[in-house]
């Protein structure tokens, strides 16, 4: 990505720059709709596989898990995470919806208890981001994962035994 420029972009989809710019911000720009895009054929298969867990902390536990494992696995996603500058509210239009969604299942279902509202899913999105990050230099990805889920449940008001139980169970293969 590094090497291709606006040219080529534009070039190869023949377009002009007005065009393009009136779409994007730069070329980087052009890899949010493609991340996202798998993001949501990735969260379609976790959908399903979580679909009749009842315990809105379990299925926060078991899709944040889920995604996460995809993230890192990814080399396009590695890529944007490390090197592309993009802003999170970017990631938040990529990926922070289906985090949203169980957050706002466990809050209706009066599971989940924060303070404010605002803030939690804020600390959440970027602790999701910066965790990702941070499993990419880890010995062990997984288990880096599995304690920033732990994490995640200890904000929305789990007791840590609770949470790291949750944030540890074992996640069948999605496919």
């Known amino acids: 990505m590094d090497v291709i ?11 002009g720059h007005g065009t393009f710019y009136l779409h994007f911000k730069s070329k980087y720009e052009v890899l949010i709709p493609i991340v996202e895009q798998q993001a949501v054929r990735w969260d379609e298969i ?7 867990v009842a ?16 993230i890192v696995a990814d080399p396009l ?23 949203a ?20 899913s804020s600390y959440m999105l970027g602790g999701f981001v910066n965790g990702l990050r941070a499993s990419f230099d880890s010995a062990d990805p997984n288990r880096t994962i599995d304690q920033m889920v732990e994490m995640f449940l200890r ?21």
């Open 155 to 175: 904000v929305v008001g789990l007791v840590p035994e609770e949470a790291e139980r949750i944030a540890n169970l074992p996640l069948p293969e999605l496919v």
């Open 77 to 99: 996603w590695r890529w944007v995470l490390q090197h592309s500058g993009v802003p999170v509210d970017d990631l938040r239009q990529a990926i922070g919806r289906f985090g």
């Open 101 to 120: 969604r169980d957050f706002g299942r466990g809050l209706v279902s009066g599971r989940f208890q924060v303070p404010e509202l605002t803030i939690a």
């Open 46 to 52: 976790i959908q399903r596989r979580v679909s009749d």
């Open 5 to 15: 420029t606006i040219q080529d972009i534009t070039d190869a989809s023949d377009i």
């Open 55 to 70: 315990d809105p902390a379990i299925v926060l536990a078991s899709s944040a898990r889920y995604m996460a494992r995809v």
